[in-house]
């Protein structure tokens, strides 16, 4: 039984996951998803080689492989945070056509044993670029600012990073 914080979740459509089924702690996992990044006509990432995390209450998040990335246009930012269950993150700044976006991309360069797959992967927000897709459907970027989920038709949710979520 659901502690009373939690909200109830939204009914599965057919072709869609829950968010509410997926595990806790998170897990990574390989996807053949396609998954493109293009900002101002430029393709920052195009890939069918990405890796998803996917944890309770909060939609997908891919990581990509830098050699399906266009890494010319990212630079490292000293910034680092730490995942209690992935590790240490480090961040990339993007800069595209005279846009920069600070904190734009993350990675985890020495992943913990379980999220070892995501080595040498970069995941980045949805929300600074002009097209995101997964499949060729634009994604809605995760609310609450912080996370860096992908929300599409696939997921029902709702979603942590709504007002009200913080303790999902």
Known sequence: MRQAHHPDPDPVLPGQESVWDYPRPAIAEP???HIRIVHKGVVLADTR????TLETSHPPTYYLP???IAMAHL?????????????????????????RFVQAGWSYPSPTAPFAGIAGHIAFYAAPFD?????GEQVTP???????????????????GIPGSRFW
Do not use: H, M
């Not at 080689?49 to 998803?52: I, Q």
């Not at 490292?76 to 730490?82: C, F, G, I, K, Q």
């Not at 609310?143 to 949710?157: L, N, Q, R």
């Open 66 to 68: 830098q050699a399906d």
């Open 142 to 160: 995760q609310p609450g600012g912080f996370y860096g989920g992908w929300i599409t038709s696939a997921e029902a949710g709702p979603f942590k």
């Open 49 to 52: 080689a990405a890796w998803r």
């Open 75 to 99: 630079a490292p930012n000293p910034a680092r945070s730490l995942c209690e269950w992935k590790g240490q993150a480090a961040y990339w700044d993007v800069t595209i056509g005279g846009d």
């Open 131 to 135: 097209e995101v897709t997964v499949d």
């Open 31 to 33: 996807t053949a998803r």
